[in-house]
């Protein structure tokens, strides 16, 4: 009996896998179509940039005013979203370094060489988007496909099982 129930564990484990593989890539989906929206994660518009750094955009060749935490396009490839399957969640991050300041409204006073303003409003681009949070319609369509394929797949298990006694 160890056995099956072994085998029915990998079942469950294996589709769970499948839902936070699809869960992670719904989330990156939402948070980069929101990031080229210039939308936070819960759908706000970002604030309007300072005069400083519209004038420093200006000054590189870069638009003025939009669009907002997008010159070179680095900081949005760099969102990565991804099932941690060790504690059956996801970690939202990027690879650089300066991503989570910016999007909590933090800077370090300098940019290149020269010191800036530092009053900078968050723009809180990584993190769960509220359209795919707990309780979400989204999320929980998802969810439902990943109980109908383990439900399937157990009772198919279980069918087995019992042809077998």
Same mark, same amino acid.
């Given at each position: ?21 699809? !869960? ?6 939402? +948070?980069?179509? /929101? #990031? ?25 060749? #870069? ?21 941690? !399957? ?5 970690? +939202? ?15 370090? *006073?300098?940019? *290149? ?10 723009? /809180?681009?990584? *993190? ?13 369509? +998802? #969810?439902?496909? #990943? /109980?109908?394929?383990? +439900?399937s797949k157990l009772q198919s298990e279980i069918d087995d099982?019992?042809?077998? !006694?």
């Amino acid at each position: 009996m160890a056995n099956k129930t072994t085998k029915l564990k990998r079942i469950v484990d294996s589709e769970y896998e499948k839902y936070l593989s699809r !869960l992670s890539f719904e989330i990156r989906k939402e +948070i980069l179509n /929101n #990031f080229d929206q210039q939308k936070d994660i819960n759908g706000k518009k970002f604030k309007r940039l300072a005069k400083s750094t519209r004038l420093d955009r200006v000054r590189n060749n #870069f638009p003025a005013a939009s669009p907002i935490l997008r010159r070179t396009g680095k900081l949005r490839d760099s969102i990565k979203v991804e099932p941690d !399957l060790s504690t059956k969640s996801l970690k +939202i991050e990027s690879s650089l370094e300066y991503a989570d300041d910016l999007s909590k409204g933090n800077h370090s *006073g300098v940019w *290149g060489r020269q010191s800036i303003n530092v009053d900078m409003p968050e723009r /809180n681009f990584l *993190g769960e988007p509220k359209s795919l949070r707990y309780g979400s319609k989204k999320r929980n369509d +998802i #969810f439902s496909k #990943f /109980n109908e394929n383990v +439900i399937s797949k157990l009772q198919s298990e279980i069918d087995d099982i019992i042809k077998k !006694l």
